[in-house]
């Protein structure tokens, strides 16, 4: 009965690739994020999503397309993957907007 | 945008000792200030959260103080416990938007 769940835990793909990180959360919340985690740990927000509407885009490349569809589920799927793609992805989700974020276990994805 | 700054980056300390981590941000409307514990491959988890209506929030062996005048930040915990090595995260978020989070401190209890 994992509260935040995300699937794969590792994905290791070729450069070009198009590859999506699913997301679920099973605690009702209406806010899900998602985070990356580059190799010197730091965590960045890419997106927010409040009731399946996109509250957040940071800069990120248009090739990362989050898509939820319903409040339980925010999909991120990445075109074209670069080296520089390589990081854990974390997915997170609140009962609303700032409150405290829940983790999933993270995907860790290596762009070969 | 807000920019968190997290000091130190690493921090040793012996078991028994106390750990201090303080952050700065700039954004002056930040109003909850969440403190993230990460272990070696693990999901950051909450710890402990403070926000800008209250001074310190304690919880058993950590606390957090806030000085809103100044815009920092710290964590607190005392008798440390080798357990408690870990990556730290300060974050600082304004009306419930996003979370900006500081760069991480990794801990090390010497036992």
């Known amino acids: 009965d994992t509260a935040v769940s995300q699937t794969p835990k590792y994905l290791v793909t070729q450069m070009g690739n198009d590859k999506s990180i699913k997301c679920e959360q099973n605690l009702g919340h209406d806010t899900m994020y998602w985070y990356k985690q580059d190799s010197k740990k730091f965590l960045k927000i890419m997106f927010s999503y409040n009731n399946k509407e996109l509250i957040i885009n940071e800069t990120v490349p248009n090739r990362f397309s989050p898509k939820s569809p319903d409040k339980a589920h925010l999909n991120l799927h990445i075109n074209s993957l670069e080296l520089g793609d390589s990081a854990v992805y974390f997915c997170?989700?609140?009962?609303?907007?700032?409150?405290?974020?829940?983790f999933g276990q993270g995907t860790r994805l290596t762009v070969v | 945008g807000e920019n968190v700054e997290q000091h130190p980056s690493t921090l040793s300390v012996q078991e028994g000792d106390s750990a201090v981590i303080k952050c700065t941000y700039s954004d002056s409307a930040s109003n909850y200030f969440p403190w993230y514990k990460q272990e070696l491959g693990k999901r950051p988890q909450l710890i402990i959260d403070i926000r800008s209506n209250v001074g310190e929030k304690k919880d058993q062996r950590i606390a957090v103080t806030l000085n809103k005048t100044a815009k920092h930040f710290s964590l607190h915990i005392t008798e440390t416990q080798p357990e408690d090595s870990a990556v730290y995260f300060c974050a600082a978020s304004y009306n419930f938007n996003k979370f900006y989070f500081g760069s991480g401190t990794k801990l090390n209890v010497k036992p």
């Open positions: 997170a989700s609140s009962p609303a907007l700032g409150t405290e974020a829940f």
